[in-house]
């Protein structure tokens, strides 16, 4: 009876960060955007992380903030064209880009303050 517990106790909690978004990256809008000169920020999750989960709502609202910036996000698992393509390693990563050159890259951070402060230094 006990590992039962524990056993739907981990399903609950796992099921608990998965997080509603959706691939926004396409090389066309990346690639259209850098010609432009707008700065992007690209951010890598996975459905069932915290972390991504916590990241996605700072970048949500950071969205709403930086009106000039264009937020582009991936699943990393399905998309690991994407991955390859930005060598990009983990899921909670943030790269911005600027002038065609990657400018910040940010792993695991959750600070909101800190991913303001790399947003920001690139505008």
């Known amino acids: 009876m006990k590992k039962l517990l524990i056993i739907i106790f981990a399903f ?11 691939t926004t990256f ?3 809008i990346f690639n259209e955007a850098q010609k432009n000169g707008t700065i992007v ?18 970048l949500q609202e950071a969205k709403e903030k930086f009106k000039n910036i264009l937020f582009l996000s991936y699943e990393q698992t399905t998309n690991e064209d994407i991955a390859k393509l930005l060598d990009i390693d983990f899921w909670t990563t943030i790269v ?9 890259r940010s792993i695991g951070q959750i600070d909101k303050s800190k991913i303001y ?7």
């Open 41 to 58: 920020v690209i951010n890598s999750w996975n459905k069932s992380c915290g972390t991504c989960a916590a990241q996605i709502i700072i």
């Open 26 to 28: 396409s090389l066309e």
């Open 12 to 22: 609950i909690s796992f099921n608990a960060y998965a997080i509603e978004e959706k």
């Open 117 to 123: 402060s790399i947003i920001k230094k690139n505008i």
């Open 96 to 104: 911005v880009y600027k002038n065609n050159k990657e400018v910040a």
